[in-house]
């Protein structure tokens, strides 16, 4: 591989790495929702009634679990998105992305909560809680790698300000509905 | 990287990630199989004989594990097969990997259910139900990546063809039996 | 990336797939060998006597812990050493390397029953069992590369039947120790 | 892929394997943490209170994640930072890279062990001296990169000492503050 042309530093951390570590944790996070889901108990092993009972009991874990699955999935789009611009990895973009990574692993979490106790809103506080965390360090990261000089310079300025302008206005706006519910939980 | 010397726009998601997720949840799906198997209880525990009992028992169990792994182990071939004809990965063909991913995930479960209820004909239809949901996820793929320009050029169209027929066959076969046993189950 | 100048056909099977596939499957087996391990219940939750006693009482587990932890590395050292050498990957290869991974990925299960049941003859054969699964799917494979011409051309044939014998010696010595084992476990 | 000019020995184990291996168990590690969180069971589903008093409960076991979740992403940067500079994987780099990836998998009973009984030293005896037998692992590895002429040979002479004395100093200093806390502990 050359050295680019450029005296630019190279990235310090290994974009390729960090990318790795990223997916990793997301399918795992994806792949473990399943495991909140568990085989019920039935009296009658054989009964088709019993255990198709048993299943529609559980049914806010089937949906919490598609609902999360499809969630993170387009967290993963998003970041898809993101990441192809960025051109190095400083230490701080690397803690915010720990920190968007540990709202991903959290989230097996969230939906077992979810999924259990559907009804309850405090459950839906942390699910949404954890999804605006990822948000933010997301924004974060977006401004933080505008100020180090860490973006691609194939990206225009007016391409950056439309993605912040985006970030800002679906962060702000989640909050905005979080702090409303949030509100409406806690006084009722 | 040079760019293609042709004006068709770049995949719009990283081909490379999408595989890497894919083989990353499948991988995940196929070791966390085993995690549905529990270690029986003993009284005496030096026992070989009560052991052996115990581990008989639960053959269904061991049977489930072998034949979703070596299941999910074809689903991979397959896509390893149709996956290197695909050029562009677009939204649509993100969402329709990503229901396939959510079926494939789900299998520990459905495996868990067979290991444990291999006598209840719901069972069984929960998971050939998973897996039809994956091969009919597979087959409009492959109709929405010719038709949104995605596939490589150097398929031919007859090539195209035979892959087509071959996955309408499949699924119709696989939905025609499912539909037959189903009712039959229902019914009975 | 050029095709080759010789007319051998390419591989049918992404080698870089497969070997993504396996890693992962190991990585995760090796990682899921410690859900195994189960928080011990406390009486007094300060008490550190009591802490060290419920973890002595379990040592076992860590030891079998342990040993999984590096039988794993030992055999992903040895897929490193052959796989190299491998240049196509037809489909016997691939079967033989799910049933290789269906072994590696039983692994936890096998740690988990010796861990909890050391001194039980069946837990040995159980996880001895496994090994030699793997061993000979692994010996298998060497030949039917050497049959199906998948052999990089770079391997001299006095390599290759040095690899092979020691596969042959290895898988067969396992074996003999296991069936005597076996017997003398089933007959005492 | 051009064979280097010089007549160094080429990586006796493949580094791109080595480096997935690692982070596809830090990745499982960091995620596997939250199976370890369970869903408390509430006497009213619907009560906001109840929940909340719940997880308020378990509030060591949410910091227990958090912490462990940040201390393998700084063990992941440090590896990140020494890996790069390794040019070939001897069999004894593989060895030391087990033990650090087995005191890594072990992760996440650590932090379930510390989540639950936080006040408890020999939990935090144990949390410690996993990170401590990770360092030491890394510190060995360093020197004996060294030894056998693994190292990138951009690596200047001071920058391998400036490596190696703050791998010795960390690792020293932590291992004095745990043998004093060990000792206080016992004698306690």
Redesign the interface.
């Known amino acids: 591989m050359k050295k680019p042309a450029t005296s630019r530093p190279s990235s310090p951390?290994?974009k390729t790495?960090l990318?790795?570590?990223f997916?990793?944790?997301?399918?795992?996070?994806?792949?473990?929702?399943?495991?909140?889901?568990k085989?019920p108990e039935?009296s009658d092993?054989?009964?088709?009634a019993e255990?198709?009972q048993a299943?529609k009991h559980h049914a806010s874990v089937f949906i919490s679990?598609?609902l999360s699955?499809?969630m993170l999935?387009m967290l993963?789009?998003h970041h898809?998105q993101h990441f192809?611009h960025l051109e190095r990895i400083t230490?701080g973009i690397?803690f915010l992305h720990?920190v968007q990574?540990?709202s991903a692993?959290?989230f097996?979490?969230c939906a077992?909560?979810i999924g259990?106790?559907a009804?309850?809103?405090?459950?839906m506080v942390?699910y949404i809680g954890c999804i605006i965390t990822y948000r933010w360090a997301s924004t974060a990261q977006w401004m933080l790698a505008k100020k180090s000089a860490s973006l691609s310079r194939d990206l225009t300025q007016a391409e950056y300000r439309h993605f912040r302008k985006r970030n800002w206005i679906v962060s702000t706006l989640m909050t905005g509905m979080f702090l409303l519910y949030l509100f409406n939980?806690?006084t009722?």
């Open positions: 951390i290994s790495r990318e790795f570590l997916d990793g944790i997301f399918a795992i996070a994806m792949t473990i929702l399943v495991l909140e889901i085989v039935l092993r054989h009964s088709v255990l198709g299943l679990y598609l699955f499809f999935g993963w789009y898809n192809r230490k690397l720990l990574l540990a692993a959290f097996p979490f077992a909560l259990r106790y009804t309850n809103p405090l459950s942390v939980t806690l009722k």
